[in-house]
């Protein structure tokens, strides 16, 4: 039965690492960034909430109203003002620009906050350890149920997004050529803007879900950053229902391996992120990537 | 192409001559360092040699191969955990050092073949996994006692004198050696070939470099030398701790210091790594605001100064101390105008600045035999 359990705690980790990968998958599909701040973005979303709620007593849930537009308008100005012009400036600039603005925000956060680890979940109350029986002995915590479910909704209403409305078009046509997009009346400057405002947003709704399910401290967003790359390339660069099943992947290998070994949680991950790519150069298919890839098909 | 005889191939001039010597008589100065100058001076220095190593590796690999790699840590930190191992099973400890370095950059050779064919933020990500697994790894040896590390006892073996002088001789030589090699393998085809191969990586296979080939030489030349650098870097603080060892700030330090300087500068590296040397002792002690600073001085290089201090000099007076490449002179303009002919040079490709025309000119270098 343990396995059983481990097995549905693993899809639901998933869940958690889909909806955190979402962001970082979205970004690169659209501008062709790797954002390296991306965990530290999640982690500074949920040092905001968390002082929101450690100031005025809100529910965290409620501090998400002014947290993630916040964040939205951080990832609109980040865009306009940082990667902007590091993307002109070749395909190595944003990476070692992201990669500054980590260390800044990292250690920016650490001078506020200290190094403490914290976490949300005194301030959800008894959700943040309820959970659901199932027949069979088995449970199902509800917290990570709902994560779950968010990031099902949130990559699921991205992609109606990206094809049923004009704006969702427009950023397919900027990611796939943002010259000729530009001819027939789009302005890729903003198309690019608003890309990063829902990636980072959506980074920061992950982050606050990290901080409600466990605890956090300044320097937890490389490790969130990593998860959140494995689960892209597993599930397949650039494809948002594939983030779902790299995510879970992923979240079943580390479940499986801390019942194996403490350290082996990470191991584990590290492991599979590491035999799924040697797999996928073997099978010479790193160029083929299919589903929704094809929406962000490759800039020559 | 080569034929062409409007313009002279210029590899090398009187001020480069020039600069050569004067690095070979500093070396040499150098060389009697332990002699010459008190305790601290000795012990700065060898902080400053590691630095050196560890910018001008970060550099062949991001500014030459377009390798970004934000795991570089992995390999220092498993310089120092093989050096350990070594030591501890009887092997001498300044040849458990050096070998330490070799095994390490041996283990590059099976992870290249996959991490190699990444491209841009996918293997940079990719080598930064690779850094937390050895982490991980490394701290399951009972040996190294988890987090708590474990140290290089068998140095307690040499006074703290001698012990200072060795490590000092032992980081010069080895700075010397692996600067001079990079740039031997950069002023030679192989610096072309990486330097199309980052250019544009499909035109280079187009034209016929070996873009794998390419790129595994400058891998394995980096992970060997910021191997040594961690050993070298165990020899002078004794103890080995696996979060201090295969901790990200070294990658932060090393863009730091190539970003400042220049990327893609042979000079430029060198020149980051003084800086960074100089800024840590000012301001290294202000602890998480020297981060925010370097983190924030890293954005502002690369968004603003691309080329980097060097190589904004290098652009704007023309000089070349250190030539790894190729420059075009015009002869007729040479001898009454200089500043044309200066002008009629060829501008090193940048990351920056994806020039056609350079990745036509690093391949229209004659062939040499081999």
Known sequence: ?300 | MSKDSSFIVERSTRLSAAAGIAAAVLVVVLAFGPLLFSANIVDSLTTLFIYLILSVMWNALAGYAGLVSVGQQAFFGLGAYFAIELSYHGVGVYPALLLGALLAGILSLPISPLMLRLRGGEFAIGMWVVAELAHLLVVLDPLINGETGASLIALNAFSPDHRRAYNYWMALATAVMLLTVVFMLLRGRLGASVQAIRDDEDAAKSVGVRVLAGKRIIFFLAAFGCALAGTLWLATSITFQPNTYFGIQWTAYMIFMVLVGGLGTFEGAIVGGVIFFLIEYMFGATGVWYLIGLGATAIVFALFLPRGLWGTLEDRWRIRLLPVGYSLRMPSADADAPDAAAAARERRPTPASLDKHDIAASNSIPARPR
């Not at chain 1, 690169?28 to 968390?50: K, P, Q, S, Y």
């Not at chain 1, 397949?236 to 290998?253: D, E, K």
């Not at chain 1, 949680?265 to 589903?291: D, K, N, P, T, Y």
């Open chain 1, 1 to 300: 039965m343990i396995w059983i359990t481990q097995l549905l705690n693993g899809v639901l980790l998933g869940g958690y690492y889909a909806l955190l990968a979402c962001g970082l998958s979205f970004m690169f599909g659209v501008m062709r960034i790797i954002n390296l701040a991306h965990g530290d973005l999640a982690i500074l979303c949920a040092c905001v909430v968390f002082f929101i709620a450690d100031q005025t007593g809100i529910s965290p849930f409620v501090a998400l109203i002014v947290a993630l537009p916040l964040m939205a308008a951080i990832g609109f100005w980040l865009q306009r003002l940082m990667l902007e012009r590091s993307l002109r400036g070749g395909m190595l600039v944003p990476l070692l620009t992201t990669f500054g603005l980590a260390i800044v925000i990292e250690n920016g956060l650490f001078e506020y906050f200290g190094a403490d680890s914290r976490s949300l979940a005194p301030y959800i109350g008894d959700f943040a350890f309820d959970s659901w029986a199932i027949p069979g002995n088995i449970y199902i915590g509800s917290l990570a149920l709902l994560i779950f479910a968010v990031a099902v909704v949130l990559l699921g209403g991205l992609k109606l997004f990206l094809t049923h409305t004009s704006l969702g078009r427009a950023i397919r046509a900027t990611a796939e050529d943002p010259d000729t997009a530009g001819l027939v009346g789009i302005n890729a400057r903003y198309v690019y803007a608003v890309a990063a405002a829902i990636a980072v947003a959506s980074a920061g709704l992950a982050g606050v879900f990290l901080a409600m399910r466990e605890t956090f401290s300044p320097y937890s967003g490389p490790t969130q950053l990593i998860f959140a790359f494995e689960a892209v390339v597993i599930g397949g660069i650039g494809s948002l229902s594939g983030t779902l099943v790299g995510g879970i992947v992923l979240g079943i290998a580390q479940t499986f391996g801390a019942q194996i070994n403490p350290q082996g949680f990470l191991i584990a991950g590290h492991v599979v992120f590491l035999v799924v790519l040697a797999g996928r150069l073997a099978a010479g298919a790193l160029q083929a990537r299919g589903g929704l890839h094809r929406l962000f098909a490759r800039r020559s």
